[in-house]
């Protein structure tokens, strides 16, 4: 007997109201600053010293960041 595996997707439509939409933009806008921040210290750490930063040292980190971030507006 062969042994398969099946995958399932559903996709579903968003209708987000206006300040939900805003919500989820800033959101995404700071993922995405949180990403490109962490990639530019790997990448520093790696130019300055030959070594690399692990994401567990990152994530370490991250509550300090996020607390940095949401004093922010």
Known sequence: MENTTHKKAFVY???????????LVRILDLTREL???ALQE????WRKAGKSVTVYEQMRL???????TSSHP
């Open 35 to 37: 990403y490109n921040a």
């Open 62 to 68: 991250l509550g300090e960041v996020k607390a940095v």
């Open 13 to 23: 439509r968003l209708y987000p109201t206006r300040a939900q939409e805003e919500a």
């Open 42 to 45: 790997r990448r520093d750490a």
